[in-house]
């Protein structure tokens, strides 16, 4: 499903954030991305979505090369992939109907169809009662939701999260963790970067981390 083989990014600074790169994450598994801060979590993640490019090495998603895709191919990408942010990223002047519908807006689904996979994305979140209110009348865990209603409204085949807990306290961050691992068991490949090893002994899946752009963890049966 996410294959990097031997990837390096550097920077037009000459700053190396990723360093020769390999692991494999299989269709349909599960796992925790983990380092400092500047270790290349947040580098590793937009390589996936195509924000960056790789300066060496190949990258490999859905089995797709996105190392060789054309700008005009990267949109259909991302519509196979969901990122879900820290931060939220929610439209405050939009209701969460509208927060959540925007990529099928952009992606041209008619009105029907838009509303009908909103509202089952807001369901799964827990929402669904919540649709015509603003993100600013949320709570920060449910604001986190939405940004997860978001991200899964397309039926990405990967889910990407990075630091999606940072903000909120235990309870509400193991509800939110619990909610990938439900889109997990569904059949979704999730990839979460994270600094909370809290979640990684709760659900024990695998672990991958970097280390001054280095993979020291979590990619065995690859070459160094």
């Known amino acids: 499903m996410i294959r990097f083989a031997q990837v390096t990014k550097r920077y037009e600074s000459g700053h190396e954030a990723l360093k020769s790169v390999s692991f494999v994450l299989d269709r349909q598994e599960m ?13 590793l993640l937009k390589l996936i979505t195509r924000v960056e490019k790789t300066t060496r090495g190949q990258l490999i998603v859905n089995d797709k090369n996105i ?3 054309s700008s005009r191919q990267i949109p259909f990408l991302r519509r196979e992939i969901g990122v879900v942010f820290q931060d939220h ?13 925007l990529p099928l807006v ?21 929402l669904l009662n919540k649709e015509r ?16 209603a978001r991200a899964v409204v397309n039926r990405p085949v990967v889910l990407l999260a990075d630091e999606p807990t940072g903000n909120l306290d235990p309870q509400l961050s193991d509800e939110i963790m619990d909610i990938f691992h439900q889109f997990n068991e569904f059949g979704v490949t999730v990839l979460i970067a994270t600094h909370e090893h809290r979640h990684i002994d709760r659900l024990r899946k695998r672990v991958l981390e970097l280390e001054q752009g280095r993979l020291i963890r979590g990619g065995e049966g690859m070459e160094d």
């Open 31 to 43: 796992a925790f991305l983990i380092g400092r801060s500047g270790a290349g979590k947040s580098t």
């Open 67 to 69: 190392t060789r895709l």
């Open 89 to 101: 990223k929610l439209l405050y002047d939009q209701t969460v109907f509208d927060n959540v519908a």
């Open 106 to 126: 952009v992606a041209g689904i008619g009105h029907r169809e838009a509303s009908r996979r909103v509202r089952a994305a807001l369901d799964k979140v827990d």
């Open 133 to 148: 209110l603003y993100p600013i009348m949320l709570s920060g865990g449910e604001q986190q939701r939405v940004g997860i």
